[in-house]
């Protein structure tokens, strides 16, 4: 029986708090506590560790992975709960862990995340990425579409090709002016361009059928009220789409290209978009780049309640 006193002591800890929170309601990994909580290996082993050694976790091996547990008694996963209820951020982590869940119970994303894996890794002449893209823009039917953070509209001009009308919304007016004469130079006449933020977009209550942020979501100081704003532009039933970068550590990201977050992990914008009031919540890492700091994309997609 592990001692009472130390056991105390180990959950006076806010981060041992929040691991046996989300320990004491599913079995995780190192990589599963990683991505809940945005914290590094090392951090996370060495709390694990310490858990371990007091009698409160235990752990198995399970491939290469090791899977932990909760191993508290009655009483101290009670006292654990009512303590964890005091954190800030344990919200959050469940919000994380059931979108966790969500996504080990869905076997079919996960044989579409293996057969992602495998394209373009053999060299077929004329298959890219590129080329898939324009060929699924050409068979989606939308209505309304805002481009949130457009830059010089690139995206903009591939979406006009199927949508009833793109808003491209930019905070740059210089963008904003250069991507309105490039749409017009090509004859494309259904994107109007506006300037405006995409925390506070210049865009009607329940207009949009589609948004979409592309790369634009960790250049926002408050990325949850670009979200909120997204859900109210948007018609019931209206769907939103995520492009973004998974979380990282290059630092150097800030100053060469104005990044104020440095990437999202998984859970975390499941946890925003949740909080924003979407549904049918989707994510997965859909590309990574071979070249350091090899930058990961994460895709997200979700839908505005009807009701």
Request: proline letters at 4%; aromatic letters at 4%.
């Amino acid at each position: 029986m592990p001692s009472m006193l130390k056991s105390l002591k180990l959950l006076a800890d806010p981060t041992r708090l929040r691991v046996l929170n989300l320990l004491d309601r599913e079995e995780l990994s190192v990589a599963d506590l990683q991505e809940l909580l945005g914290m590094g290996q090392s951090r996370i082993s060495t709390q694990l560790s310490q858990l371990k050694a007091g009698g409160l976790v235990e752990d198995e091996r399970s491939g290469k992975n090791n899977i932990y547990r909760s191993r508290m008694s009655r009483e101290i996963a009670r006292l654990a709960r009512d303590a964890a209820d005091e954190l800030p951020e344990a919200t959050k982590d469940l919000t994380a862990l059931r979108h966790l869940m969500r996504k080990r119970q869905d076997r079919a994303r996960l044989y579409f995340d293996q057969l992602a894996g495998r394209f373009g890794r053999d060299y077929v002449p004329g298959r890219s990425w590129r080329g898939l893209a324009e060929a699924l823009l050409k068979v989606m039917t939308t209505g309304v579409v805002a481009d949130l953070g457009a830059g010089e509209g690139t995206l903009s001009q591939l979406l006009a090709q199927r949508a009833e009308k793109v808003i491209a919304i930019d905070l740059s007016e210089k963008m904003v002016e250069f991507a309105t004469g490039l749409a017009r130079q090509h004859g494309i006449h259904n994107i109007e361009f506006r300037v405006g933020d995409i925390e506070n977009p210049p865009l009607e209550a329940g207009s949009l059928d589609l948004a979409l942020f592309s790369q634009a979501l960790h250049h926002a100081a408050h990325p949850q009220r670009a979200l909120d704003s997204a859900i109210a532009a948007l018609k019931p039933g209206g769907r939103l789409v995520i492009l973004d970068l998974l979380a990282h550590q290059f630092e150097q990201a800030r100053e060469l290209y104005a990044d104020t977050w440095l990437g999202f992990g998984e859970g975390e914008l499941a946890a925003m978009l949740e909080r924003a009031g979407f549904s049918q919540i989707e994510t997965a890492v859909v590309d990574r780049e071979p070249e350091p700091p090899c930058f990961q994309t994460l895709l997200a997609v979700a839908k505005k309640p009807a009701t």
